[in-house]
């Protein structure tokens, strides 16, 4: 899951007025919309304006005219990246090949993608806490139509009715499904075209690193507990940390204007110290049997510990996992409470978080054709396997040929298949020759050079460098760049 944090937000959503291209965006389009006023439905007199949640529409109407834009939106975006020609010299460090290979995760069928929009009656629904939004719709993905949801009032003038709606948290931007066959992005308008492209690479990403219980690229927890633990961390606490590690790391590359994170390479790490609260038996706060521990972090690079601290959000109380929650059951208070509460309570996760410094995975290229030659080392048939190698692209040549980036895949082909066979397999894998293109684009129904430079550069304001590197293909006038055109991409 991928959330906004205020100490890692990385755009407002609207394009800065000062590096506009003079042809509109869809989130200009959405801002002047705003700026008009509401549209007033009049079949709602009553209608009023959400005061907990300013910015989402005021009328039904409305809401359904945001939800086309950012169908719309979300459409030219996985367009634009299915026509990205991969560079593999540039290896996971670029974000028109994840871009590309996540838009072809969609397109495939590896997971549905659902595009959510703010219901303009959040506040009229009993169902929607103070602090949530309601978006819609849940039951159509983005390629479908027919998307809507029931804003009928009964007599109390409460919606009652949710089919088809998803309660969360304003700040959530996307999401993957447990079982990874569903993803979601919220209001793509309202992130902005860099934030969209950033979080549909982060939660494909959860989907192609194969985390889930019996997937398997899945880690497991020690089987003897640490003496010293007070509450032992399951496997799902392990799998879930490196695979928001891995997908945090992997949404903008290393260094770039966007990157949140910071350098791998600088060890001048600042740890600190995490106090924790266990409840105890009694399963309440202060009743006697409360456990208090602390725990000081042991990280070796700076990007390491920049994730961890954008993950781990601090408490007060220092409660993370509160079993008056939840109807007594339990739940954690926090997005990641795991996070600091096994990180002070068990001695082998602690362990496991402070060893993971950079991420490692079958797939971090998120690539179709990858997880199909995982598919098929699962059967132990190397001629399906051979089948698979042969339709991988330079890019996954590329990276597979770095054991130390792809290690769970060669594990995994290690265990399927017999020596004489992995030995076969090794051979495949050795990265084809052949001169590979630099990145390039097609441009899209919609497209302007801002747009392009927002979703492939990281800021709208680059427009400039596009048009400078493809002049000659776009010509003296870069207000009109035609659908079909081919544009060259300068580095992010």
């Not at 090949?97 to 996540?102: A, P, R």
């Not at 002049?471 to 009109?480: L, N, Q």
């Not at 055109?485 to 300068?490: A, D, M, V, W």
């Amino acid at each position: 899951m991928k959330t906004h944090r205020s100490a890692s937000t990385t755009t407002s959503g609207i394009p800065d007025s000062s590096s506009a291209n003079p042809a509109a965006t869809e989130s200009n389009a959405f801002l002047q919309d705003q700026l008009q006023g509401p549209d007033l439905n009049r079949s709602d007199p009553g209608n009023a304006r959400d005061s907990l949640r300013p910015d989402t529409p005021t009328t039904k109407r409305q809401a359904l005219a945001r939800h086309r834009r950012n169908l719309r939106l979300m459409d030219r975006i996985i367009q634009s990246g299915l026509s990205v020609q991969p560079d593999p010299t540039q290896g996971f460090n670029s974000r028109p090949n994840l871009l590309h290979n996540s838009a072809e995760w969609i397109d495939q069928g590896q997971a549905r993608l659902i595009v959510l929009t703010p219901v303009h009656d959040s506040h009229k629904r009993p169902s929607v806490a103070s602090d949530q939004i309601a978006y819609f719709d849940t039951r159509v993905d983005y390629k479908g139509s027919g998307h809507d949801y029931d804003a009928t009032l009964d007599a109390g003038g409460h919606a009652t009715n949710d089919a088809g709606l998803k309660i969360d948290f304003a700040g959530v931007l996307g999401s993957m499904s447990v079982d990874g066959t569903t993803m979601t992005i919220g209001d793509p308008i309202s992130q902005g075209e860099n934030s969209v492209v950033e979080t549909l690479i982060h939660e494909v990403q959860h989907d192609a690193d194969q985390h889930k219980a019996g997937d398997p690229w899945a880690v497991s927890a020690p089987a003897a507990a640490d003496p010293a633990a007070v509450d032992v961390a399951p496997s799902w606490a392990y799998n879930n940390f490196q695979s928001e590690f891995r997908a945090y790391w992997m949404e903008n590359p290393e260094g770039s204007s966007r990157d949140n994170f910071d350098d791998s390479s600088d060890t001048a790490v600042t740890n600190i110290t995490i106090t924790a609260v266990d409840q105890g038996a009694d399963q309440a706060t202060g009743g006697g049997d409360d456990t208090t521990s602390t725990a000081t972090t042991a990280f070796v690079n700076k990007r390491q510990e920049s994730i961890f601290n954008h993950m781990f959000d601090a408490r007060s109380d220092n409660l993370y996992w509160d079993w008056t929650r939840n109807g007594g059951s339990g739940d954690w208070t926090v997005t990641y409470g795991y996070l600091p509460h096994y990180y002070v309570f068990d001695p082998n996760f602690k362990r496991m978080v402070d060893g993971y410094q950079i991420p490692a995975a079958g797939n971090l290229v998120n690539s179709v054709r990858i997880q199909a030659l995982s598919d098929a080392l699962g059967t132990g048939d190397l001629s399906l396997v051979q089948t698979a190698v042969d339709d991988l692209d330079l890019l996954d040549h590329a990276y597979l040929s770095d054991r130390a980036q792809s290690q769970p895949l060669w594990d995994q082909a290690r265990s399927a298949l017999s020596t004489a066979d992995f030995t076969a397999f090794e051979a495949m894998i050795s990265a084809p020759t052949g001169a590979p293109r630099g990145e390039q684009v097609t441009v899209q129904r919609g497209d302007t050079l801002s747009a392009l430079a927002d979703r492939y550069l990281g800021e709208a304001r680059r427009w400039r460098e596009i048009y400078t590197l493809n002049r000659d293909v776009i010509g003296s006038d870069p207000d009109r760049i035609e659908i079909g055109q081919i544009l060259s991409l300068p580095r992010m």
